[in-house]
């Protein structure tokens, strides 16, 4: 589900369409984050993973299919599902940012459900936002940035900042390699209070 620019206008919008629930339920983002982990699995492991019911499952699951994110991959009992992979960039309506829809921004908002500080940077700074949060915690854990410039970078209180950093870390983890850099965030010592504020 990559955007390609040969593609009609109208493949766009569904594209866009397809990942939209995706970003305003938290349950969907979890179940297509969870299959972006496993790669693919059946109504059965999504009951048993993520403890839903069964009508809920089957319901999650079919709309996804149906959005265009979730394929079968195997039409045999028990069907098996697989994401399709999204990487999808929107501008903000004011035209002043770009982020790009990826799993782990997926997974950032399914976590919304279970995370207060995640649900609560949501509120603030909507989804954009988040892609925005979730930039720099992957640039701090690579130890390229701390909370203090991200919060003079966005205008937001240092701790606002750190507390969306650390909501974001098990995220960044998941879906990112962050030895590349060489800095772990426990040896860093910018302003020689790094390690102190982390």
Do not use: C
């Amino acid at each position: 589900m990559e955007h390609d620019a040969n593609r009609a206008d109208g493949d766009i919008v569904q594209d866009f369409l397809s990942v939209a629930d995706l970003l305003e339920e938290p349950q969907l983002a979890q179940l297509y984050a969870y299959l972006a982990r496993e790669g693919e699995a059946t109504v059965q492991n999504v009951m048993d993973d993520l403890e839903l019911a069964q009508g809920t499952a089957y319901s999650y699951v079919n709309r996804l299919v149906d959005a265009g994110v979730l394929t079968v991959t195997d039409d045999e009992q028990p069907r098996r599902y697989a994401p399709r992979e999204i990487d999808l960039t929107v501008t903000t309506a004011a035209g002043d940012r770009e982020y790009t829809i990826t799993p782990a921004l997926i997974d950032a908002v399914g976590r919304r459900e279970t995370d207060a500080d995640i649900d609560t940077y949501i509120d603030r700074h909507g989804v954009a936002g988040l892609a925005t949060a979730l930039t720099y915690a992957i640039a701090r854990e690579r130890g390229e940035v701390t909370h203090r410039l991200m919060a003079e970078d966005l205008d937001i209180s240092p701790l606002a900042a750190e507390m969306i950093l650390q909501a974001l870390r098990p995220v960044v983890h998941e879906h990112y390699d962050t030895e590349e850099s060489g800095a772990g965030l426990d040896e860093l010592d910018i302003d020689g209070d790094a390690a102190d504020d982390a």
